[in-house]
């Protein structure tokens, strides 16, 4: 087994975010394999989310976007269980990021339990930064990092009209 440095955790934890003794362990059960870390991480991830899915989630940020032109925008309603959650960089950026997406994407429901089909709904669209990533995958990223359930209430697209 390769030995495990202390430059891999942190290479590992900047691409994650996750803890530092939460890499040393992924690392250790994928013999150091950085990839293979990764995807435990991941796992580890989706667990956690799943569990945090039940927790009520009552703060956090509106968030507005108006595209460049000003012809597009979105209000995005996103919530945490903690004010203080929502008031991080990290929580604040999601939020952008997850309104931009609707603002490009134009998706009909936040759940395709909505009624939507997997591509009209927003958290099973890929994201638009990150193909390789839906909607869903970034907000469990999310949770995984910063521990408190995550989700998207409602969101409101506005575009001027086509003459």
């Known amino acids: 087994m390769a030995e495990i440095t202390?430059?891999?955790?942190?290479?590992?934890?900047?691409i994650t975010g996750s803890g530092i003794l939460d890499c040393?362990?992924?690392?250790?059960?994928?013999?150091?394999?950085?990839?293979?870390?990764?995807?435990?991480?991941?796992?580890k991830g989706l667990a956690s989310a799943a569990k945090k899915a039940t927790r009520e989630a009552a703060e956090g940020v509106v968030e507005s976007y108006?595209?460049?032109?000003?012809?597009?925008?979105?209000?995005?309603?996103?919530?945490?269980?903690?004010?203080?959650?929502?008031?991080?960089?990290?929580?604040?950026?999601?939020?952008?990021?997850?309104a931009m997406h609707v603002a490009a994407m134009d998706p009909e429901t936040v759940s395709s339990k909505d009624g939507a089909d997997s591509e009209t709904s927003l958290l099973d669209q890929p994201f638009v930064k990150d193909p390789?990533?839906?909607i869903q995958d970034l907000i469990n990223d999310t949770i995984a990092r910063i521990g408190e359930n995550v989700q998207i209430r409602r969101f409101t697209r506005f575009a001027l009209s086509e003459e």
């Open 66 to 98: 108006i595209h460049n032109g000003n012809r597009v925008g979105v209000l995005l309603e996103l919530n945490c269980e903690t004010d203080f959650v929502a008031r991080t960089d990290e929580f604040r950026t999601l939020a952008h990021d997850i």
């Open 24 to 43: 040393r362990t992924a690392l250790e059960e994928a013999a150091g394999d950085s990839a293979k870390a990764q995807g435990i991480l991941r796992e």
């Open 6 to 14: 202390v430059d891999d955790i942190k290479k590992l934890r900047a």
């Open 132 to 134: 390789s990533k839906t």
